[in-house]
């Protein structure tokens, strides 16, 4: 466990050191049964993983087994809020201007009702640690009624992570070990 003490440079090197070493296909197949116990939403946004960021290819097909519609992420603006539009696994994606994988311009852009979001660390209050281009905080914003879901290994938990007057928190966080909310 880390320190608020620590700076958030600090405890991301660390805990992407940590992701990577947690990142295994037991722990990755080991969250895909929690999806059905995530909070309702019919639009479910989530994200195409880069490095040791929990892949997301076994949750999005459970996902759509379940009925939900599925958007990812774009980066359209490095200042303002991200867009979001509609996927489905197989559809081409382009990089963004985050260099993130994403739909093209032709698809249509939905409203997530349900975010799911990737992290670096998470703490016990529900604050996540993100690379630190705050895409998430300012999309969070922008969306205050979506629920705000980290997806992580349970290993990514810290004991708490400083915290400043942008970072939102999240309603709750998906591991191997199961969906766990943030009261």
């Not at 016990?124 to 969070?140: E, I, K, P």
Request: proline fraction near 7%; hydrophobic fraction near 45%.
């Amino acid at each position: 466990m880390f320190h608020s003490r620590m700076d958030k440079a600090d405890i991301r090197a660390r805990m992407r050191a940590q992701r990577k070493l947690l990142n295994t296909p037991d722990a990755v197949e080991a969250i895909v049964p929690h999806a059905a116990d995530l909070p309702s939403g019919d639009v479910v946004a989530l994200y195409r993983s880069i490095g040791a960021e929990v892949p997301t290819d076994n949750l999005a097909e459970a996902l759509l087994a379940q009925g939900r519609t599925l958007c990812l992420p774009v980066v359209t603006s490095r200042e303002e809020a991200m867009v979001f539009r509609h996927w489905s696994p197989g559809d081409p994606l382009e990089d963004d201007l985050a260099g993130c994988p994403a739909p093209l311009d032709l698809a249509s852009t939905v409203t997530p009702d349900l975010v799911i979001t990737p992290l670096v660390a998470f703490d016990a209050a529900g604050y996540r640690l993100g690379q630190g281009g705050g895409y998430y905080d300012r999309t969070f914003a922008a969306l205050p009624d979506a629920v705000r879901v980290g997806l992580a290994f349970a290993g990514q938990q810290v004991e708490t992570l400083p915290v400043e007057a942008h970072d939102i928190r999240l309603h709750g966080v998906l591991t191997e070990n199961g969906y766990r909310a943030f009261v």
